[in-house]
């Protein structure tokens, strides 16, 4: 039973972005760490993410109208 509760719950997580800087960690993690081409000074932390991912979410128009 309890399996199934974490299951649903970081389904939820996942379904409303509750779980964005965690996923970003583990991108950064696999994807530019050991990259010695990519210059990046390293991963954002959780308050420059959370503002780059609302301006991204929020950039331009939004409605039909």
């Not at 509760?5 to 996923?23: C, H, I, P, Q």
């Not at 050991?34 to 331009?60: I, M």
Request: with cysteine; charged share 35%.
């Amino acid at each position: 039973m309890l399996k199934y509760l974490k299951t649903f719950w970081r389904a939820v997580r996942r379904l409303s972005g509750d779980d964005a800087y965690e996923r970003y960690l583990e991108h950064y993690a696999r994807c530019h760490l050991h990259d010695d081409a990519h210059e990046c000074e390293g991963p954002l932390n959780r308050a420059e993410f959370f503002k780059q991912w609302q301006d991204q979410k929020w950039n331009g128009i939004k409605r039909c109208c």
